[in-house]
C-alpha cells in the first residue's frame, strides 16, 4: 500500500490482530508510535509493526510523508483495524 501523510497530519491509533505491516519512508520524516515506543524515521530508513501492537504514524515535517506499507499475516482486509483514537471519526 501507498501512503500520503499531509505536513502535521496522522493516523489513528490502531492494531491489527491478524496482520503485521513493515512500513518504508520514501519521502519525508516519519513519527512511528510503535507500541510505548517513538521512532524517527527518515527517508530509505523502516520499522516492523508486529500484530496487536498499537501503532500510529504522524508527519512532523513540511513536506509530505511518503510510505509504503507492506502487510503480512493470515488475514489482511480492513476490517482487521481496531481504532483508539481517530481524529477523522
Known sequence: KHIRVQPGAQLSLQLHHH???HWVV???IAEVTRGEECLTL???Q???IPAT???RLYNP???????????????L???????FQDQYG
Open 46 to 48: 523502516s520499522t516492523y
Open 26 to 28: 520514501v519521502e519525508g
Open 77 to 83: 482486509e480492513e476490517d482487521d483495524i481496531v481504532r
Open 42 to 44: 527518515q527517508k530509505n
Open 61 to 75: 515535517g513540511s513536506s509530505i510523508l511518503e510510505m509504503i506499507e507492506v502487510q503480512s499475516g493470515e488475514y
Open 53 to 55: 501492537t498499537k501503532h
Open 19 to 21: 496482520r503485521s505491516e
